[in-house]
């Protein structure tokens, strides 16, 4: 059983809320269960938790347009988009903060996605479970999930308001920094990590479980910079309890609906086409991924973002050891010489490209057809045990043990036939910068246009300075317009900082 959201119409409107007048508050409507009437039996939990699942397929969040802000406003990606505002909105040109697709449909999704989360929080306990252990797991996969949506809104914003009880339109909250809210997402993961599972049986694939859990503490200690908690997070999906994942041996494998849920997913979002609604609350409401229809060529879909062309020349500077190009150049980017390159004739009939473009291929479908749509089931890889392996390297190098973190790096390396490390590029030795320098590159080449890019360069301190940001404008022109000090986070939308007194715009803005 692949998807395990299914909600209703009538839960989905219960968990959902909306701002509304004092007037409004005020009104019963006859036809919706109260909050006592519904958190009453096991089963009312499990709708609830699903409700969060839910959110995954909103425009706002991992449907759509969170893709535009962690690929696109990243040097991976841009967008030449007729729709300027859309456009501007990679390239820190930001000048309505309240634009709905740039900042805030993405800020009310993830605000009614933890909504969700604090109300099976605060109810679930108080339901009768015959079976204890399932009434954990639903607390345990409920914090996991608003911990995976305060990472990527502090993330984003940084500085947010915290709200960890279910709220009211009436409600104020307190703005908290981007460390309070990572501290918040530390707790819940390790009070998650406790009662879940290291695996799930078929019947419950894409549930997180406790490597999940760990490897999204991995990510919030990196992007603070705490490699010794890092390095334990990562240990036990490396070399303790959870190390139960590989690499597959088709890179490919990773980027379509043929074999999902493998041996390297660590966590992937469950997507499919058997709705073919919108992104509403209604029964129909669909389960899909519309990346593939906003970021591909012209004459396929809306080719609303693209890639930029210094990847497949990243991808080109090394040979394997027979001589080839990367092999993961094929399923990471479309660009003009794909055909000749790799012989490549799955996809292009319609293309419409110039000689310098390149575009996202991975969750295309080109291998099953010849268009996309708004109903893509390509499962979305948010975690895979490649980065992971990139990771740890990572983090041994920062705590001065980088002659044992060449051995996690060459393994990523050999699914792609590329030589050792240190056979390829000898002079790094044991310097630790030049290994992580190398480093930026093989994540580049692993992980182009999976969404980690951003959070890589603000873990990285290359948005920082402006120094860095210059060298990263020579590959991508966007970053001319990057404010150092201010454009490393987006804007609240304004509406927010208008109504909340307790809320400041972000710093310079």
């Known amino acids: 059983m692949k998807k395990i959201v299914l909600i209703t119409a009538m839960i989905g409107i219960f968990l959902s809320f909306s701002s509304c007048n004092e007037e409004e508050l005020n009104l019963d409507n006859p036809n919706a269960l109260t909050t006592d009437q519904f958190w009453v039996t096991p089963n009312d939990a499990e709708l609830g938790l699903n409700s969060i699942y839910a959110m995954f397929y909103k425009d706002g969040l991992w449907s759509r347009w969170l893709y535009f802000r962690l690929d696109l406003t990243s040097d991976e990606g841009f967008s030449q988009s007729p729709w300027v505002e859309l456009a501007d909105w990679t390239r820190f040109n930001y000048i309505n903060y309240n634009f709905w697709e740039g900042n805030a449909v993405t800020w009310r999704d993830s605000y009614k996605a933890i909504f969700r989360a604090n109300q099976v929080l605060a109810y679930v306990p108080d339901i009768e479970f015959s079976d204890s252990n399932r009434k954990q797991q639903i607390l345990a996969e409920a914090k996991f999930l608003r911990a995976l949506h305060y990472y990527y809104a502090g993330l984003l914003w940084e500085n947010i308001p915290m709200v960890l009880e279910p709220s009211t339109p009436s409600d104020l909250p307190q703005q908290v920094s981007q460390e309070e809210v990572f501290a918040q ?285 210059d060298e990263i404008a020579q590959r991508d022109p966007d970053f001319n317009n990057f404010e150092v000090g201010k454009n490393i986070r987006l804007p609240i939308p304004q509406v927010e900082v208008e109504n909340n007194p307790n809320l400041e715009q972000n710093p310079q803005y």
Do not use: C
Not at 204 to 210: S, V
């Open 185 to 469: 997402v530390e707790q819940d993961l390790n009070e998650a990590f406790a009662d879940l599972p290291l695996q799930w049986d078929a019947q419950n694939t894409g549930r997180p479980t406790k490597g999940a859990a760990k490897a999204m503490l991995a990510k919030v200690y990196m992007q603070q910079r705490r490699w010794e908690e890092a390095k334990t997070a990562l240990d036990f999906l490396v070399v303790g309890e959870g190390a139960n994942y590989s690499l597959v041996d088709n890179y490919k494998d990773n980027f379509t609906d043929l074999n999902e849920n493998n041996a390297e997913s660590v966590f992937e979002i469950q997507f499919g086409d058997q709705r073919r609604g919108g992104t509403d609350e209604g029964p129909n409401a669909a389960v899909s991924s519309t990346r593939a229809q906003f970021f591909a060529p012209r004459g396929i879909g809306w080719s609303d973002g693209q890639a930029r062309f210094w990847l497949v020349d990243a991808f080109k500077q090394e040979s394997t050891v027979d001589g080839e190009i990367d092999p993961r150049l094929q399923h990471s980017l479309f660009y003009p010489s794909l055909f000749e390159d790799f012989g490549d004739k799955t996809y292009g009939r319609d293309w419409e490209w110039g000689e310098d473009e390149a575009w996202f291929r991975k969750g295309a479908r080109d291998y099953k057809r010849d268009n996309e749509d708004y109903y893509s089931e390509v499962n979305w890889r948010m975690i895979r045990y490649a980065d992971i392996l990139l990771r740890y390297a990572e983090v041994l190098n920062e705590l001065g043990m980088t002659a044992d973190a060449y051995q996690y790096v060459d393994m990523v390396r050999a699914r792609a036939n590329m030589a050792p490390l240190a056979e390829a590029y000898p002079e790094i030795g044991n310097n630790a910068d030049a290994f992580l320098d190398r480093l930026k590159i093989e994540r580049v080449l692993e992980l182009s246009g999976e969404s980690v890019r951003w959070e890589d360069l603000k873990r990285w301190g290359d948005l920082e300075s402006q120094e860095t940001v």
